[in-house]
């Protein structure tokens, strides 16, 4: 419906770094997985990219309010640390948020010994790793396939951001000031007005859909578009995507598929 | 059981002391026994506000360091004996006091007083940390400014995280007649981005700062201002009564505001 202005980009390196800085939920035969992003010792260069515990500690949060109905009661939990340091306080702390989403904390995953020492004085059983186990796990490496797609029911408040190696549905609205970068597609039962970032490792028909479609930015794949000056009124369901041309266009989501076969006659 | 109630935005100047020395001196007239604590520490103000500056001995830091007891840092309001102040300490800055510190004095709090009010700094760095800490609900002061209802969604995100989850919005400093010609964000824009049940709308009022300088609150007023009126009536939601939103309108519908209207809208 509206054709909004857009400029490729190159894909940033550090969105490949960054990645892995964020909590992620996993379910994995019936258990949940929840990853913690590595604390990568000794690598003073990227400090300012590595998470301290408190903003670790609100992603969880988040991440649990915003996802709770997805979980049996009584699932069981395993924490991959990682080379992440936790004390018996912060495992706590862990196992105590984790319980009020009725989910129960009963493996710890570690490479370091000090963790371990502490999830098993703790009562949880331990596997330490070898430092470089978390290597071999997939992350950050190309051509894997999209993880399941992430469900939130939740209001993306500024500040919040949501990574995932897959497509991403919100149930809510995306505030200014908050980023939604999603390998696959990105769906909005709501209002879309911060930054959207479909398609992020470089898959361009990948789309964006918002009940109310007022972003910030939106991206897909390489390419950058802000929205129209002056948006619609009144707003209707719309779909981004990338067109045949190269540009990210803004449709009405009842035309989406009509525009999309006259572009691309089969 | 008490109520423990962090005054917070994000931004700064957008009237979070102000409101808490309002609100607990509404409260305090009501028949409740109200602590406020100031939890801007080495930027404090609100014994500014509450005009009792020069009755401090000591601080809330003095009594976490045991130089004397919580009771002798608590200054009795001069006006109302059921209001009591915790005063920061001045001479130090935030990164002084712990999140289970400020745990432990409002735990002590909660033993004497109905509602404690904790005033806190702007940002969301350790002092915000510290000033959430105890709460258990939160009063949201927002301006009708895209600063500052941003950075309002982003503290709600923080306490919704810190799993404070009974959040309440106060909307300060409006301007019905800007909000009228479309130059302001109305009430129903700032609700919308934050979605969070609104508890009062303050009209932008030239007194707020004569009170500020006399370090009278505005709800001690003998002929209550409008915005005395507005934090009066925060005051009685908070205690649960249903009361009206003020008609910001009215006032403002004079002869002169419309004879501008007109001549604006000729000129446009």
């Known amino acids: ?266 | 059981m008490s109520r423990i109630i962090v005054v917070t935005s994000g931004k700064g100047g957008v009237g979070k002391t102000t409101t808490t020395a309002n609100l607990g001196m509404a409260l305090a007239r009501r028949g409740r026994k109200v602590a406020v604590i100031d939890a801007d520490f080495g930027l404090r103000n609100l014994d500014l506000l509450l005009g009792l500056e020069n009755r401090i001995v000591y601080t809330a830091l003095d009594v976490l360091a045991g130089q004397c007891r919580l009771e002798q840092a608590l200054v009795k309001d001069k006006r109302h004996p059921n209001l009591v102040l915790l005063p920061a300490a001045q001479n130090r800055n935030k990164e002084s006091v712990t999140p289970e510190q400020m745990k432990k004095i409002v735990g002590a709090l909660t033993q004497a007083f109905q509602y404690i009010l904790i005033d806190c700094p702007a940002g969301i760095e350790m002092g915000f940390q510290n000033a959430i800490a105890a709460a258990r609900e939160s009063l949201i002061v927002t301006t009708p400014e895209v600063s500052a209802v941003r950075d309002a969604d982003r503290v709600v995100g923080l306490l919704e995280a810190a799993g404070i989850k009974n959040n309440r919005l106060i909307i300060n400093r409006i301007r019905p007649a800007m909000v009228q010609a479309n130059d302001m964000m109305s009430v129903e824009d700032v609700q919308e981005i934050l979605a969070v049940p609104l508890v009062g709308i303050v009209p932008d009022d030239e007194r707020v700062i004569v009170s500020t300088n006399k370090g009278e609150p505005l709800v001690l007023a003998e002929t209550l201002s409008l915005a005395g009126q507005a934090f009066d009536n925060i005051a009685r939601r908070l205690e649960g009564e249903r009361v009206e939103f003020l008609d910001l309108n009215v006032p403002n519908d004079t002869f002169f505001s419309k004879l501008r209207k007109v001549l604006s809208t000729k000129l446009f």
């Open chain 1, 1 to 266: 419906m509206t054709d909004s202005s857009s400029v490729p980009v190159v894909p940033s390196a550090t969105s490949e770094a960054t990645r892995d800085q964020q909590v992620r939920f996993k379910s994995e035969g019936g258990k949940l997985l929840i990853l913690l992003p590595p604390e990568g010792e000794g690598d003073i260069v990227n400090s300012a990219a590595i998470l301290t515990w408190a903003e670790i500690w609100q992603q969880l949060k988040h991440r649990l309010d915003a996802s709770d109905r997805f979980w049996q009661p009584e699932t069981v939990v395993h924490l991959i640390a990682r080379d992440r340091l936790l004390d018996a306080r912060q495992l706590q702390q862990l196992a105590e948020a984790l319980l009020e989403a009725q989910l129960h904390l009963k493996r710890v995953y570690t490479s370091r010994r000090q963790t371990a020492v502490a999830a098993a004085t703790a009562g949880y059983s331990v596997e330490q790793q070898s430092p470089l186990a978390h290597l071999n796990q997939p992350s950050g490496e190309g051509g894997q396939a999209l993880e399941e797609p992430l469900y939130l029911e939740t209001t993306l408040r500024s500040g919040a951001e949501v990574q995932h190696n897959g497509t991403v549905v919100v149930l809510g609205d995306v505030n200014p000031g908050s980023a939604i970068v999603a390998a696959g597609d990105i769906l909005i039962w709501g209002r879309l007005r911060g930054t959207a970032h479909a398609g992020s490792r470089g898959n361009a028909r990948c789309v964006i859909l918002a009940l109310q479609m007022e972003p910030t930015q939106i991206r897909i794949a390489n390419f950058v578009a802000r929205a129209p000056e002056t948006p619609p009124e009144p707003y209707t369901p719309e779909v981004a995507y990338v067109s045949e041309h190269g540009t990210i266009r803004i449709t009405r989501a009842a035309d989406f598929r009509r525009a999309q076969f006259e572009e691309n006659p089969k």
